[in-house]
């Protein structure tokens, strides 16, 4: 994933109503920019970080910039726009950067399924082949060098595992991979200490056959790209 042009850099100096920014330019321009991430955001938006972001040529954008990457004071790099998860996986299952799935012809986003009236993020076929059906979740938070899902509790996040646990019952192949959008994070872990429900669910769901994947992004203000697999552990 490259960005045209590439991001520029900014100060932040906070965030707030959920969607908003306020940042310093080095020319000591004063900007409000959009934040595509509803959720805690935890350690990624602490005051005098540089965040990188993009500008829109849409002229209907109330802010046209939007929060793409924090580069923290103590060098990682964490991208905030959640919105960016399912591309970088969906270029990279293209690319066949991702051996897991290195027999799939075919990608579909957003298909309707599931018995709780959901979308996968990614459904992957081909010939010979069962279908695979991938979650993706963004993985930003950080705590002593391992990362974990979810930042606060999720009822959507539960729904997700119990949809993958019915398809992985009916025989078709059920993931849920995690991109870990941190550059600090070296393994990562269900959050049972934040959402005790998701972690049982979890457990459930891979007792059932849903596969749990990992991959870490790599991150500069010229791009993305998915990296190293890194290992999970359901309770930490």
């Given at each position: 994933m490259e960005f045209h042009p590439p991001?520029?850099?900014?100060?932040?100096?906070?965030?707030?109503?959920?969607?908003?920014?306020?940042?310093?330019?080095p020319e000591g321009e004063t900007l409000t920019i959009h934040c595509a991430n509803t959720g805690a955001m935890t350690?990624?938006?602490?005051?005098?970080?540089?965040?990188?972001?993009?500008?829109s040529d849409n002229p209907k954008r109330k802010y046209p910039n939007s929060?793409?990457?924090?580069?923290?004071?103590?060098?990682?790099?964490?991208?905030v726009n959640t919105l960016r998860a399912n591309d970088l996986v969906a270029e990279a299952i293209k690319?066949?950067?991702?051996?897991?799935?290195s027999e799939y012809k075919k990608i579909s986003r957003e298909v309707k399924y599931g018995e709780e009236r959901s979308r996968i993020d990614l459904l992957l076929q081909a010939e010979q082949q069962v279908n695979c059906y991938i979650e993706v979740?963004?993985?930003?938070?950080?705590?002593?060098?391992?990362?974990?899902?979810?930042?606060?509790?999720?009822?959507?996040?539960?729904?997700h595992l119990r949809?993958?646990?019915?398809?992985?019952?009916?025989?078709?192949?059920?993931?849920?991979?995690?991109?870990?959008?941190?550059?600090?994070?070296k393994q990562?872990?269900?959050?049972?200490?934040?959402?005790?429900?998701?972690?049982?669910?979890?457990?459930?769901?891979?007792?059932?056959?849903?596969?749990?994947?990992?991959?870490?992004?790599?991150m500069t203000e010229k791009g993305m790209v998915l990296g190293d697999k890194l290992s999970f552990i359901l309770n930490d």
């Open positions: 991001l520029r850099s900014a100060t932040l100096i906070r965030r707030y109503k959920r969607f908003l920014a306020d940042v310093i330019t350690g990624c938006a602490t005051p005098g970080d540089t965040v990188w972001y993009s500008t929060w793409e990457f924090t580069e923290t004071q103590n060098g990682h790099w964490i991208c690319q066949n950067a991702i051996s897991e799935f979740k963004s993985v930003t938070l950080l705590q002593e060098n391992c990362g974990y899902f979810p930042d606060a509790v999720t009822t959507r996040g539960q729904k949809e993958l646990q019915h398809i992985a019952e009916q025989g078709q192949r059920a993931v849920l991979f995690f991109a870990v959008l941190h550059s600090g994070i990562v872990a269900a959050a049972a200490h934040i959402d005790h429900n998701y972690s049982s669910l979890l457990e459930q769901a891979q007792n059932s056959g849903v596969e749990v994947i990992c991959y870490q992004a790599n």
